[in-house]
């Protein structure tokens, strides 16, 4: 059975609706938690591709921004109330939603490309995975590493891609792992799941692998409002 975009984005969609579940504080089981937490990171490298996707095919770079701009400034705050807790309440990081990390990813690509020198190329790499780091955007810097995966190994066969994005997951979840029986620091706990469960990312190969470069039925007004809907939802279940 072959997939079109439309089928790539509403298993994103899906996706990301258990990653925002999980961040959300509502799942307090941790190992419900995780499981949540593992089903989500099956949108990274689908939303990486689908973005791809829409910079190699839209007609104008500047209005696929935009609209990418538009969602990440609706979703800031919204976001901010999901992931909000007693001990993080000041956190500036708070505001740094998916779409704000997708929004990066994009503007990451597109300065590589413009890009003419080769080690300029690899300086640029460096510094967008290092501020996405530093900065602490959601999901990062997990999303750029497979967004940039993704662009490289757009135009080679699809067993490089597979092996790029396996190798990296794997390896994120095995040091994590290690590091989550050998640290005495629990503070570091919660993020160590996370990393183990990058390996949700794997999955998503299955997915890509059955694209068949089709559009499929549009859901462009479904695409730019849903993210934002499921972060209205949480809040008023929380309140």
């Not at 807790?85 to 997708?102: K, R, Y």
């Amino acid at each position: 059975m072959k997939l079109k975009l439309f089928h790539l984005k509403m298993i994103a969609f899906a996706s990301l609706t258990f990653f925002t579940l999980s961040i959300s504080g509502l799942i307090t089981n941790t190992a419900l938690n995780f499981i949540f937490m593992l089903l989500g990171y099956v949108c990274v490298p689908l939303f990486a591709y689908i973005i791809s996707e829409g910079y190699r095919n839209t007609r104008s770079i500047n209005k696929y921004l935009f609209k990418i701009l538009l969602i990440a400034l609706l979703t800031a705050l919204p976001h901010r109330y999901v992931c909000i807790s007693a001990e993080n309440i000041w956190d500036p990081q708070l505001f740094f939603s998916s779409a704000l990390t997708g929004l990066f990813c994009l503007l990451s690509i597109i300065v590589y490309d413009r890009i003419k020198f080769k080690y300029a190329k690899v300086i640029c790499v460096i510094f967008t995975v290092a501020m996405s780091f530093a900065l602490g955007f959601e999901l990062a810097p997990h999303a750029l590493i497979i967004m940039y995966i993704i662009h490289f190994c757009r135009d080679k066969k699809f067993a490089e891609l597979a092996y790029y994005v396996t190798s990296y997951s794997a390896v994120i979840a095995i040091v994590s792992l290690f590091m989550l029986f050998t640290s005495s620091d629990t503070s570091i706990k919660g993020e160590l799941y996370r990393n183990i469960a990058i390996v949700g990312c794997i999955p998503s190969l299955f997915f890509i692998k059955k694209y068949d470069g089709t559009k499929g039925p549009s859901c462009k007004l479904f695409s730019y409002l849903y993210y934002l809907v499921l972060l209205l939802a949480i809040i008023a279940i929380k309140v």
